[in-house]
Nanobody
């Protein structure tokens, strides 16, 4: 069974940092691209960042370029999202997902709240 367990969310002040982690199990992690998405109430889920299976290529939403960094450790089956210079508009439920274009499995999400 494919499973993801996200962690690292929380509340932070504007300008602060958080690091999200996603522990994957139930499949051969190193064979799949992975993505981070986020969603706020009333809005569609949006792509934040994605990474190829080897980590050799990454892609970011314009809104997070230069502030967020996606990475993976295939030996530990983990995906990470380092988020710096956080803004109130980054507040959302963040999900890890399997795949580059149309993800087929999703985690349960971890809440990030940026507020003073």
């Amino acid at each position: 069974e494919v499973q993801f367990v996200e962690s690292g969310g929380g509340m932070v002040q504007p300008g602060g940092s958080l690091r999200l982690s996603c522990a994957a199990s139930g499949f051969t992690f190193s064979r799949y691209a992975m993505s981070w998405y986020r969603q706020t109430p009333g809005k569609e889920r949006e792509l934040v960042a994605r990474i190829t299976n080897t980590g050799g290529r990454t892609d970011y939403a314009d809104s997070v370029k230069g502030r967020f960094t996606i990475s993976r450790d295939n030996a530990k089956n983990t995906l990470a999202l380092q988020m710096n210079s956080l803004k109130p508009e980054d507040t959302a439920l963040y999900y890890c997902a399997r795949g580059w274009g149309q993800p087929d499995y999703w985690g349960q999400g971890t809440q990030v709240t940026v507020s003073s």
